[in-house]
């Protein structure tokens, strides 16, 4: 009989929470190398214990083993007569950072003893197939499990050996290696390089800033495009919970016509901040406003001529670029004079003759690269991610830099290569592609800094990585860096300064004693109260052997034998939202002109494996007379039912398969659920944890999902009996409704409260197989999911209303739970489907066409403003015509009458002669409004203002007036 798990009980969702917080910050783990969607150490780390611990051990024990208690703070703990509530409030956990902080001796010793009694095994083995970036193979090596790690995608795959596999086997002692081999690329750069990034005496170039070019088709001049001409404008921490002060000189660059010549010149604008975001010049007479928006040169895709002022159109823009290829034009230049702040100026003539001489260099050794395959002159296949780029001339990997940035690239490649001769007699074959394998990483981390789709943030002036926004988009204005230095030594900082504090991660013995280990004078009068569990053996050291890191894909483990996995824990494809394969060709192309020769069975392919990747591309099934959404779906889901089928047959059957799934589309959770089901697996618990990094621009301004649920997998009775849907369905309603208080109470809230209902409602749907509907028809886990929608939407608008829902329109209810549960204005249209079909009483079709609510295009809605739905006529603000059919349109009005005149008493007259001022129902629509709509929306700011201003109103709204002056 297979025992109850601690991960199948409870799950420190408020601890992790706050620990995830703490880790959005860097780390040399996770800065090895850019990974798409690598989950937080500390989440990794418990999901990996508690899917190896007991359920009858206490919480105390379980942080304790995870670092967050020492043992005299677990013995005063267990001794406490405290509740729950009040020991919440006194743990002193904020001080601690799980990610950076392995487990000791005693913490690994405590799992040894809990794993020998509940696997009767000290070190139990667990699988993370969907391996990527590493992060839960990663937390099983700090505690000595016997990890297995696949990926199918290379980069993942020389990533993990590199965070893992090359700390365990050689230690701290590999610093001196890298270094020496680092300082030796940078060296032999410097030499070669010097002579194209030539400066000025007493300064050292750091950014070239470009702008890439077009002949405008009207007046012929070469015109640089960019949606901004700023350099910087920084602010400087105030202190927290202080507004951030500007104490610097802002930048900027303003572009000069210049006709005559064809060309636009640029001048450098300096000054303190202005209003809002422009800049005072001083001319010595008076004080000037500069602001550089004015000046912009293309917008949405569409150019303006700075010499003629005319459009210069997209097609246009696009046409000149598959025809010819964009053109650059160097706009400014950041440097620093000795060890004083940075400081930008406009181009030289000597700055342009290095250009020059670069591009003249590189076309003479063109035929010399190629043919040492130095340069990835690979095509680019067309795909979810990379179709764009032929649109803008860009076929082949090379075409993403710009000449200088390419024979800068081109040389590190070929001075690595020349290296690896020398590094390869001087050391062991292992440690020497350990060596080999930390430059190529540098490398990559050079590529990521340094080519077309790189970005400067003028707010910090610095360069941004290309891989933060998790695609390939090509931005108009660019920032290149000096290859002469700075640019591979910024990038090998993670290496030459880091590497050995990513070996005291791993290894608990060259750990410093974490502060919480060490007893208070308190503590140490405690009476011990707990039981300690017998010594057992312990291996001091990590075995390196404990890790397995292989590049398969997860449908065919072949070297993992039946039934041998005590836990699988992993974080599988999101559907189709990263294009893994397709992103990671960015990275690979330059991987194999390092690599290629020293892992020969790993970098054999021209470009990364997309058929057999477990994703849901649709450019994969273009022309083939069926929707590629819908063959993109089935092949995601046949995949992963060949991976779930692999992991059933690895797992023991009294084991556990923990699947970490982030994704706000029913539509993906429908296929991930179908296929764990269909492989023989039921799921037993699920939680929800916030993992997501709100400020990654991939998310940012965007409705995303913040959190990870997880699902808590066990094989299902092979005698399970079928199951009838209307037999379950007020099963799912009520499990749900009573999970909901719980998950709010860790901060769950929003679309992830809905998502973490679907884990919920699996709990019922999956304990038997098949489920049949009244025809005998089996029913698929979205079913399941509208029944567990229906119920948290109807459990959110009760307590927002805090009283009787009678009498409240289904449009109305359907627009504040939109707010309440995206928080933003635009969302997937399939999620206003669901909800609108959570809520009833309406087509969703009619929001847009009848009710005129949203606007719907490209699977996205957004939510009309009262102002734009007055125009589209959905209502009358004539008192006489006036007509309140849903209270909706109530609200609308106001707000539109406000916004239309800017006056209160037009407010109060419509009140007065539509009768409205006596409205309950819409009373209670404004309160609701006024806890759903964000803050930063305008209609919210206007609902502010008529209540402050209107007594009517103020006297009977009364939970603002709590909400806004508390505390």
């Not at 202080?242 to 900027?252: E, G, I, L, N």
């Not at 894909?553 to 394969?581: C, F, M, N, R, W």
């Not at 809520?839 to 939510?863: M, Q, R, T």
């Not at 959905?874 to 009458?897: C, K, R, V, W």
Request: charged letters at 25%; hydrophobic letters at 35%; glycine letters at 6%.
């Amino acid at each position: 009989m297979r025992k109850k798990l601690f991960i199948e009980k409870i799950f420190p969702v408020k601890l992790l929470n706050q620990q995830v917080y703490y880790e959005h910050g860097g780390n040399p783990f996770k800065g090895l190398h850019r990974w798409y969607s690598r989950k937080p150490l500390s989440f990794s780390r418990a999901s990996v214990l508690a899917s190896l611990l007991p359920a009858d051990i206490t919480t105390e024990e379980f942080l304790y083993i995870m670092g967050i208690y020492s043992q005299e703070e677990i013995e005063f703990w267990e001794k406490s007569s405290k509740t729950e509530a009040e020991k919440d409030k006194l743990r002193n956990i904020k001080e601690i950072r799980l990610y950076k902080q392995p487990p000791t001796q005693k913490q690994i010793q405590r799992l040894q003893h809990h794993c020998q009694t509940t696997w009767g095994k000290d070190t139990p083995s667990i699988l993370d197939a969907f391996a990527g970036g590493g992060s839960i193979p990663f937390e099983g090596v700090r505690y000595n499990l016997n990890v297995f790690a696949s990926d199918l995608n290379p980069v993942a795959y020389i990533t993990m050996k590199a965070g893992m596999e090359y700390p365990l086997k050689f230690g701290k002692d590999l610093q001196q290696d890298i270094d020496k081999w680092v300082n030796y690329v940078a060296s032999e750069a410097k030499t070669r390089l010097k002579d194209f990034f030539p400066s000025q005496p007493n300064e050292t170039v750091q950014n070239y800033l470009w702008a890439h070019t077009v002949n405008c088709p009207h007046c012929h001049s070469t015109i640089p495009l960019s949606p901004n001409w700023w350099l910087s404008k920084t602010s400087n921490y105030a202190g927290k919970g202080q507004a951030r002060k500007v104490t610097s000189d802002w930048y900027a660059v303003k572009p000069i016509p210049n006709l005559a010549e064809k060309r636009v010149d640029f001048e450098l604008i300096k000054g303190k901040k202005g209003k809002g975001t422009t800049i005072n010049i001083n001319d010595g007479q008076s004080t000037i406003e500069f602001d550089p928006s004015d000046y912009n040169t293309i917008g949405r895709g569409v150019g303006k001529c700075c010499n003629c002022d005319n459009v210069i159109e997209d097609d246009y823009i696009k046409q000149q670029a598959q025809a010819e290829g964009l053109g650059h034009q160097l706009y400014a230049v950041a440097f620093k004079e000795g060890k004083g702040s940075l400081q930008f100026r406009i181009p030289t003539d000597l700055d342009l003759e290095g250009v020059k001489k670069a591009q003249e260099y590189l076309e003479a050794k063109s035929d010399e690269y190629h043919l040492n395959q130095l340069i990835p002159d690979i095509d680019i296949p067309m795909g979810e991610e990379t179709e764009r780029l032929p649109n803008i001339g860009i076929n082949q990997w090379h075409e993403l830099f710009n000449p200088r940035q390419l024979l800068t690239l081109v040389s590190y490649v070929e001075i690595i290569n020349e290296a690896k001769a020398k590094i390869l007699a001087e050391y062991e074959l292992e440690k020497a592609q350990a060596i080999i394998t930390y430059l190529a990483l540098v490398l990559d981390r050079c590529v990521d800094r340094n080519c077309r789709l790189s970005i400067w943030n003028s707010g910090r002036f610095s360069v941004e990585r290309a891989s933060t926004q998790h695609s390939l988009n090509l931005n108009w204005n660019y920032p290149e860096v000096s290859g002469i230095g700075e640019l591979w030594n910024q990038c090998a900082d993670a290496f030459t300064s880091e590497f050995s504090k990513l070996c005291e991660y791993i290894n608990q013995e060259k750990n410093v004693v974490n502060k919480q280990e060490k007893t208070s004078k308190k503590q140490q009068q405690l009476t011990l109260t707990v039981e300690t569990p017998p010594e057992t053996k312990l291996t001091k050291e990590i075995n390196p052997s404990n890790i397995n890191i292989n590049l398969e894909s997860a449908d065919s483990l072949y070297h993992i034998p039946d039934k041998t996995l005590e836990a699988i824990v992993t974080d599988p494809p999101y559907y189709g939202t990263i294009q893994y394969a397709e992103l990671s060709d960015f990275f690979y192309v330059w991987n194999k002109r390092i690599l290629g020769d020293i892992f020969p069975d790993i970098f054999w392919q021209e470009l990364t494996d997309k058929d057999r990747e477990a994703v849901a591309n649709p450019s994969r099934f273009r022309n083939m007379g069926i929707s590629p959404d819908e063959l993109a779906k089935q092949d995601y889901e046949g995949k992963m039912n060949m991976a779930w089928n692999e992991a059933y047959r690895v797992l023991k059957d009294e084991g556990v398969l923990t699947v970490q799934f982030n994704h706000k589309e029913s539509g993906a959770w429908d296929v991930l659920a179908k296929s764990l089901i269909d492989a023989g697996f039921e799921i037993t618990a699920s939680w929800a944890v916030s993992t997501e990094n709100p400020q990654n621009l991939h998310q940012a301004k965007k409705n995303s999902v913040s959190s990870t649920v997880i699902l808590v997998c066990r094989k299902r009775d092979s005698n399970a009996p079928q199951a009838w849907w209307d037999d379950l369905r007020p099963e799912v309603a009520n499990l749900v409704e009573s999970r909901a208080e719980y998950f709010e109470d860790n901060d769950i809230t929003g679309i992830d409260l809905y998502l973490s209902a679907f884990g919920v409602a699996l709990n019922v749907f999956s304990k038997s197989y098949p489920i049949l509907d009244n025809t005998g028809k089996e029913v698929r886990p979205e079913v399941a999911f509208a029944e567990a929608r229906k119920a948290i939407a109807g459990y959110r608008f009760r307590k927002l209303l805090q009283t009787d829902t009678i009498g409240f329109d289904a449009l109305t209810q359907w627009y504040l739970l939109a707010w309440d549960a995206f928080g933003a204005r635009e969302f997937p249209f399939d999620e206003a489907r669901q909800l609108a079909l959570a809520v009833g009483g309406f087509n969703v079709n009619d929001l847009a066409k009848e009710y005129k609510l949203i606007d719907s295009a490209s699977g996205i809605c957004k939510l009309l403003t009262p102002q734009q739905r007055l125009k589209k006529r959905a209502f009358t603000i004539n008192p006489q015509e006036f007509s309140m059919d849903y209270l909706i349109d109530g609200l609308h009005a106001l707000i539109g009458i406000y916004e239309d005149e800017a006056d209160l008493e037009a407010v109060r007259k419509f009140l007065k002669n539509t009768g409205l001022g006596g409205n309950d129902l819409l009373v209670k629509v404004m309160e609701v409004a006024f806890k759903v709509i964000p803050d930063s929306m305008k209609e919210k700011q206007t609902l502010i203002n008529l209540w402050l201003g209107i007594d009517e109103i103020k006297s009977k709204v009364q939970f603002f007036q709590t909400e806004m002056f508390e505390g």
